[in-house]
C-alpha cells in the first residue's frame, strides 16, 4: 500500500518562502506522474503543478515562476518549492500520485491520482 506524507507548511510572510516535501513509501515515485494540489478556505481543491514520470512539468498560471517541482530519486520525494508567496497562496497542500497516466492525461484533474497525502497547511500572513 502506497503512502505518501506531505510536510514542509507552516506561517510564512508575504514574499517569504516554503518548501513542501512529499516522501513516498510503498511506491517509487520515479515512475508515476506526481501531483500537488491545494484547497484554500472554502473553495474547491486545484491543481497547483505536476511533474511526469519523464520530468515534465507544468504549474498553474497563477504560480508561474515562482513555484518549483522537482524530484530526489534517492529520497523518494517530490518537492515544491514556494517562493514569493502571497496571502492567495493559503490553504492545504496535497501531493497524489496517478499510477496510470498518458501524455494526454489532464494533470489539474485529481479523479486521476490514486494515493493522496494527508496535506500539509500553509498559512501566507503578515
Known sequence: QAQLVESGGGLVQPGGSLRLSCAASGITLDHYAIGWFRQ??????EG??????????????????????SRD??????????????PEDTA???CAVALNFWAGSNWRLDSIYNYWGQGTLVTVSS
Do not use: M
Request: hydrophobic fraction near 30%.
Open 40 to 45: 484554500a478556505p472554502g473553495k474547491e481543491r
Open 48 to 69: 497547483v503543478s505536476y511533474i511526469s514520470g519523464v520530468g515534465k512539468t507544468d504549474y498553474e498560471d497563477s504560480v508561474k515562476g515562482r513555484f518549483a517541482i
Open 73 to 86: 530519486s534517492a529520497k523518494n520525494t517530490v518537492y515544491l518549492q514556494l517562493n514569493n508567496l502571497n
Open 92 to 94: 492545504v497542500y496535497y
